[in-house]
Structures are given as structure tokens and as C-alpha cells.
């Protein structure tokens, strides 16, 4: 009854009496995998290509990057209190942070290893380049860097 489709999702033949007369329904993974054939985000997003997969995970590891940029103390102090205007662009800035992050979490809801291991290496990498100092910017000596959640 179960089998694997063509992006690697568990397929099920929908029961006739509820309309479906052999349409198949697409369910998700509930438990990790490894492949490229997995969808991100979009229905039919990246397919069943290597290339485009590769595509996928490039934009997950920048979405991380820009994340940490966002948090970054360089831009946490651009948009600091003051103004008016600051603190709307403080709020803007964000709200941005926080819709890319809920972004990033819906592709690690795809429950494929990549996008975890590039999710995380595009957080590593930006907390290097961003908040460790390595482009500059970074924290004080002792000071903790907030948590990326928050």
C-alpha cells in the first residue's frame, strides 16, 4: 500500500469511498533520512536533481549566514534604542530575524540530514564570521553572546 515516490516521500493510496479513487497522497518524513530526493519548503522543491539539491542546501547555509549577520552585534548596534526611527528600524530588522529563522526551521522540518548539516554549518559559520570577531565586530572579552533564538 506504502512505497516510495519520486522525491523519496511515503506514498498511500487514498480509499476510494473518500473520493480519492487512486489519487496518492504525499506524506512527509517523520524521521531523518539522507538523499537528495526530498522536498524543502516547496512542493517539487529541489526534485529528484543533484544540481538543484545542491542549489537547496546553498540556500539554507546562507539563510544561517544571514541569520547570524542579523544578530550580530555590528547591526544589534546600528539599530540600537534612541531614536525613533532606530527603534522601528531595530523592530524591522527583527522581525526580519525572525521570519528567516521560522523559514530556516520549516526546511529543517524536512527531516533531511544536508539541510541540518548545513543549517548548522551556516550558523557556525556565521558566529565566526559575525559574532566571534573574525570580520570584525565581535563581542568584548567575557561578554556572552545572546542565543541565537533570542
Not at 523592530?91 to 521560522?102: D, F, K, P, Q, S
Request: charged residues 15%.
Amino acid at each position: 500500500m506504502a512505497d516510495m515516490g519520486r522525491h523519496g516521500m511515503a506514498m498511500a493510496m487514498a480509499p476510494a469511498a473518500a473520493g480519492g479513487a487512486g489519487r496518492r497522497k504525499r506524506y512527509m518524513h517523520m524521521t531523518f533520512y539522507w538523499g537528495k530526493n526530498s522536498e524543502i519548503l516547496f512542493t517539487g522543491w529541489p526534485g529528484a536533481s543533484g544540481g538543484m539539491y545542491a542549489l537547496a542546501l546553498a540556500a539554507v547555509f546562507a539563510l544561517a549566514v544571514l541569520l547570524e549577520f542579523l544578530g550580530s552585534p555590528r547591526v544589534q548596534e546600528s539599530s540600537s534604542l534612541g531614536s525613533r526611527r532606530r527603534r522601528a528600524t531595530a523592530a524591522a530588522v527583527h522581525a526580519v530575524r525572525v521570519g528567516l529563522a521560522y523559514l530556516l526551521m520549516l526546511a529543517l522540518m524536512s527531516f533531511n540530514v544536508g539541510v541540518l548539516l548545513a543549517a548548522v554549518a551556516g550558523h557556525a559559520a556565521g558566529f565566526l564570521a559575525f559574532r566571534a570577531g573574525l570580520c570584525g565586530g565581535g563581542y568584548k572579552k567575557g561578554e556572552l553572546a545572546p542565543a541565537a533564538c533570542c
